[in-house]
């Protein structure tokens, strides 16, 4: 369209109802940056139009060809009987920019006769299209809409059906688990949404032949309107919906026990300051609130059990105390897992959550009140559990950060250097207390901490070496 304003004229008159249409035009003209500006005029009806045409001689008349005020007929009549040379371009929007062009400078009155005619049949195959497309699109419609809620209603299912979440064991994971109900629905919609629109439009809107073009669609003020505050409402009531839950989640029992939580590379370590007891597992009465406080010895690791939904990150520093309340709701056992990248162990960062009826805690409790052991084996295996030893020694035989304690003692052993040793009292005692002076071979040095000679007393020391011994 662009190419047709290259062409100098001195006097253009535009004429359409459309204000826009006039104004865009005569932008797109004066972009052409002819050394002389040529004059432009707007009217915006017909008599006017020609009053101009005989006044003013324009040797460029643009008409707006969708403004159905102007009677094209009699418009195009009056340039047929003139006799001064002009040129007329008739320009259409909403048929994909198709332009007729009149040109009395070269045209025989017969040849403008044949082009009366011709944008004649085209405006009638204009109308006749649109009102066609105007019935098909309610059928389309109501198919789309059918097809999207058949859809929503599947996938919904699907994602429900594929067992994307585990058992709920604590009252927060009911809270958490309506939200994830919530998106599940919302992206089975919004999928759908999509999709559907997608396959439809590939399937049924398929072009036929070489020259079907689609009808031009220029802005929608109300689909506009429509996309923007149907999602708006949502995100509202979403916003809505995790502010209470989130209020629901850290609601407080002012008779929550008190669990003291360590994390370190790499163990977990609960504190119950209650009773002084420390424990290698977390051991929860069942619906009773457990306040978790939570810190980190190290790096930042975060506490994780996928049953009771709650997650919190664990941050090292003396007053970077977390807290996380759970309520268990379900008995069995569990496993807490570190969520956060930590270290070259991080994967084997678990320790179990047993979840026990109250008269089961208790006993479980007063065993380890009483639990000091006449049995050097049973003392030396409550210590490596408090001390956290088993964070990095295994004792079935499963590669860790140092090595397995299963079958250690009295092993040949290569270290580092090449040289053997024979695991025996003597090596055990020196590997505790000055890890890096004989390091195992395939074990780096500097990850074990030489801090046990101020923690453990020579009693200690023996009944962990005992422990260790009874591991074949
Ligand atoms: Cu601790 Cu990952």
Known sequence: MRDLFTEFHERILILSVNHLFGKGLENLILKQRFAILPEIRRVWDLNEALLILEEWKPDLVIVDYDDQTVD???????FVTSD?????LLVS???????????RRTMTPDQAELYLNLSQSISASLTEKRVESKGDSMRHFFIVTVLVILSTVLVNTLLNSVGLLPVQASSQANTIDRLFDTHFFLISFLFSLIAVFLVYSIVVFRRKSEDDFGKYVTGSSRLEVIWTVIPLGIVVYLAYLGSQSLAEVRRIDPQAMVVNVTAGQWFWRYEYPDFGITSQSLNLPVNEQVLLKMTSLDVIHSFWVPEFRVKQDILPGENLVKELRVTPTQLGTYTVRCAELCGGSHAYMNSPVVVMTREEFDRWISQELTGVSSDPVARGQRLVTQKGCVGCHSLDGKPSVGPTWQGLFGKEQELIDGSRVIVDEDYLKEAILFPNSKVSRGFAPGIMPEIYQDQLSEQQLTDIIEFIKSLR
């Open 72 to 78: 094209r007929a009699a418009f195009l009549q009056h």
């Open 93 to 103: 929007l909403q048929d994909s920019d198709r332009i007729v062009v009149y040109d």
């Open 84 to 88: 001064y040379p002009m040129q007329v």
